[in-house]
Nanobody, 114 residues
Framework: VQLQASGGGLVQAGGSLRLSCVASGIVFSIWDMGWYRQAPGKQRELVARITDSRTTNYADSVKGRFTISRDNSKKMVFLQMNSLKPEDTAVYYC?????????WGQGTQVTVSS
């Protein structure tokens, strides 16, 4: 199983980025997918998740600014991030969950300058 995340970068506060994650080695459509992030010195935290039935949930800190979506035909999950803030700076990880099975991608750095 591989989860390949991309789309991170450096952006000014108020800007936007779109993260992408492509999965291989799984029947993508039946897996719940998510984005987590980890800032320096902090624990990894949930940003957003989308279930196989496309139910979504978000961390309070990103509600109204971030949108998670998926394209099962391409085995991809996306995170559209708008109105970015310096506190959104972190390494963002894609993850896949099915029952007790759980996989992580390699992470992509997002840096928001003030």
């Amino acid at each position: 199983v591989q989860l390949q995340a991309s789309g991170g970068g450096l952006v000014q506060a108020g800007g936007s980025l779109r993260l992408s994650c492509v999965a291989s080695g799984i029947v993508f459509s039946i897996w719940d997918m998510g984005w987590y992030r980890q800032a320096p010195g902090k624990q990894r935290e949930l940003v957003a998740r989308i279930t196989d039935s496309r139910t979504t949930n978000y961390a309070d800190s990103v509600k109204g600014r971030f949108t998670i979506s998926r394209d099962n035909s391409k085995k991809m999950v996306f995170l559209q991030m708008n109105s970015l803030k310096p506190e959104d700076t972190a390494v963002y990880y894609c993850e896949a969950t099915l029952g007790r099975s759980h996989y992580w991608g390699q992470g992509t750095q997002v840096t928001v300058s003030s």
